[in-house]
């Protein structure tokens, strides 16, 4: 399979990280999404790089593979950085090019907000690597349980979360099939005008829809065939159990969040 897509893969492993529960990952992962955007030093930046690369690490999963696979956003994360370094006038003049001039605060906010952007999608990447679609299921169904009271179809909502995160890495597998079929058959991606390429990727993506919504149905019978009614009087063949490794994670993040704080300039 192509490494060139992180989201919704699972690497099978026993790490520290892999035996977490995955209601502990997801609420962790939760609030790291918020903390994150507390962090304004040096310090608290580096607080939250050292708990990313050190859960990373963790996980015994190379960060190389994880690098490799950061490779989509990797524009994004440059593009944040050089939009504000053009956008933002403020603080001294560090350097002047040809008439453009970057500002000091124009480098450090561009700085802030990509390692942000970084940290962000580093983190939650290892939630998919560390843990199984149903895993997450069980977890999402387990957190959001209280919902049910209202009559909110949580079940429904979790398992089309969970479907959607398995079949994204087949997607991107089938996307590269097709289009290294239509490549040999004289179809040119990358070249021409913006008109010629925009045609170019219709050959590429009508197989690629037919072949989602054929697989689509063939699940939604495999489903009826198995009689599946929702999630009322399911049962769990794996139940959801915290031990010492998620007492451990959540120590390690409130001491975190408070070494965030007292960072903080």
């Known amino acids: 399979m192509s490494n060139s897509m992180i ?3 699972y690497i099978p492993g026993d790490s520290f990280v892999h035996r977490l529960d995955p209601r502990s990952k997801i609420a962790i992962i939760f609030f790291f999404v918020i903390i994150v955007f507390f962090a304004n030093s040096v310090m608290s930046y580096g607080l939250l790089a050292f ?21 989509p956003v990797w524009f994004l994360v440059i593009f944040t950085f050089l939009l504000h370094l053009i956008v933002t006038k403020q603080g001294e003049v560090l350097v002047s090019i040809l008439g453009w001039e970057i ?3 124009g480098l450090i906010q561009g700085a802030a907000i990509s390692l942000r952007f970084f940290l962000l999608i580093m983190v939650t990447s ?15 169904e387990e957190l959001l349980g209280p ?7 949580v079940h429904e909502l979790a398992l089309m979360m969970s479907i959607s995160l398995r079949f994204i890495p087949t997607l991107m597998q089938e996307t590269e099939k097709i289009s290294k079929a239509q490549a040999s058959r ?36 495999a489903m009826e065939a198995r009689g599946y009614q929702g999630g009322e009087g399911r049962t769990k063949l794996r139940e959801l159990h915290l031990g010492k490794s998620d007492v451990y994670l959540y120590i390690m ?6 070494g965030l704080f007292l960072t903080r300039s």
């Open 126 to 140: 290892l939630l998919t690597f560390t843990t199984t679609p149903i895993e997450i299921t069980d977890a999402i």
């Open 103 to 105: 500002y000091e605060e």
């Open 147 to 153: 919902l049910k009271k209202v009559n909110f179809p």
């Open 186 to 221: 004289g179809v040119d991606f990358r070249t021409g005008s913006f008109k010629d390429r925009v045609k170019a990727v219709i050959p590429l993506l009508v197989p690629l829809f037919v072949s989602a919504f054929k697989r689509a149905e063939e699940l939604a019978m």
């Open 51 to 71: 708990f990313a690369i050190g859960s990373a690490a963790t996980s015994r999963i190379p960060l190389s593979y994880i690098m490799k696979g950061l490779k």
């Open 253 to 258: 993040f409130i001491i975190l969040v408070i």
């Open 7 to 9: 989201i919704g893969q």
